[in-house]
């Protein structure tokens, strides 16, 4: 019975956002700096709404694009070479 209960509480959590997903707020957003790796953004915004991975024509290396969205925000990190190199955001939407 616990374990049933157990599992209930961690779906309804997952569902409202509540595990695995920071805060997305100006402050948090302040935090993400260039240079910081995915791990370190994830830390601090949690799990991206969307991400995407492509190669970098003639350059080389990879660009991968972590897009995070609530009701009033819409907020873009990218990353090249797994280090933020830009953030675009949006808090009214």
Known sequence: MKIHLSLALSFLLAGCGVLGSGPLTQANLDKIHDDMSPTE???????????????IPIVGGSQTVYTYRTDSAEVTIVFKNDLVKEKLGSFDR
Not at 41 to 55: F, H, N, Q, T
């Open 41 to 55: 953004v994830k830390a601090i915004l949690g799990e991206p709404s969307d991400s995407r991975s492509e190669p």
